[in-house]
């Protein structure tokens, strides 16, 4: 059965970190591409980054290049959202997603899911 479980989000304040991880069992990630996806209350889901399976990154918004940064483990099944100089406008629930072998913005492009992990940037 294959399970993606995001774990890491929290409070924080402005100007702070946070890493999300997605630890995937059920199958190995050496052929798939994983992405970030957010949620802010009220609003569609979006893509933020992906990362291929050979470790390339790509971002789907504009704000969070030079912020946030995605690594993988494949080792450990595990991908990683590094998250600086955090904002109130990137308060939304993460969600990690798998998709075979290239990144992709959309999301009708992956397969599976995680629950999701919140992530609240405030004073």
């Known amino acids: 059965q294959v399970q993606l479980v995001e774990s890491g989000g929290g409070l924080v304040q402005p100007g702070g970190s946070l890493r999300l991880s997605c630890a995937v069992s059920?199958?190995?990630?050496?052929?798939?591409?994983i992405g970030w996806f957010r949620q802010a209350p009220g609003k569609e889901r979006e893509g933020v980054l992906c990362?291929?399976?050979?470790?390339?990154?790509?971002y789907y918004v504009d704000s969070a290049k030079g912020r946030f940064t995605i690594s993988r483990d494949n080792a450990k099944n595990t991908v990683y959202l590094q998250m600086n100089s955090l904002k109130p406008e990137d308060t939304a629930v993460y969600y990690c997603?798998?998709?075979?072998?290239?990144?992709?913005?959309?999301?009708?492009?992956?397969?599976?899911w995680g629950q999701g992990t919140q992530v609240t940037v405030s004073s």
């Open positions: 997603a798998t998709t075979y072998y290239f990144c992709s913005a959309q999301r009708g492009d992956y397969d599976y």
């Open positions: 059920g199958f190995t990630l050496v052929e798939y591409a």
């Open positions: 990362i291929s399976v050979s470790g390339g990154s790509t």
